[in-house]
């Protein structure tokens, strides 16, 4: 019942988008209207243009993601865990954090060339970061009494990170996962729209020259239920892993 009511305003902005197109107050050639980006959809489906693209930017999303994910949540427990990893680790990140990542382009093309692996990277970093600050923060901010309750019950290091510290960082490692599932979908559109041969970005891209709004519209809509999705899916782990919190708890 609680999907349905969360369902209700996208619905709603979605009748209101139509009849505003219908009534000609937002032109077709600024705004194809719904009917129009759902046909191009048959027809993009229908031709296997867009299943194509979409597997591709799925491809690269999911190889980005795990090297992202792979580097932040490793990064974070070594900085976390340990004050050398801190002072070594720390610094750095941080200053890399701050430069725009989309900036990085042109260099990331000189590095790796024009194929996958900018755009890999792109998602990579976009996810690395906003995980390894919200894990890290997670991990720094555990129950200080717990800790001392471990240690009176004579718990060895690993048993206190075990039990303890990683409990205690989960809930804030799940938000820089959310976090950082959006940053991979921004980084996304971004690194497809950059000499790509093929996906969604690509997609948007040549219906761009071709002053096609519907398909322009129909690539934008599908991240964002892409995005939609994933972070959905975060949510729905959350209820499960932290079931325990009060706020989980079903009135």
Known sequence: ?????????????????????????????????????????????????????????????????????????????????????????????????????FGLIPLLILWFGIGEAPKIALVALGVAFPLYVNTFSGIRGADAKLIEVAQVLRLSRAQRIWHVILPSALPQALVGLRQSLAAAWLALIVGEQVNAEAGLGYLVTDAREFLRTDVIVLGLLIYSLLGLLTDALVRYAERRALAWRLSFVRP
């Open 1 to 101: 019942m609680r999907a349905w009511r969360r369902a209700l305003s996208p619905l709603a902005l979605l009748v209101a988008w139509q009849a505003a197109s219908s009534a000609g107050v937002l032109p077709e050639r600024l705004l194809a209207s719904p009917a129009r980006v759902a046909a191009a959809a048959w027809e993009l489906t229908s031709a296997g243009t867009l299943p194509a693209a979409l597997a591709i930017s799925l491809e690269r999303v999911a190889a980005g993601f795990a090297l992202g994910a792979a580097a932040g949540l490793g990064l974070s427990l070594v900085a976390g865990l340990s004050r050398l990893g801190e002072n070594v680790l720390d610094p750095p990140l941080q200053m890399l954090r701050a430069l725009p990542h």
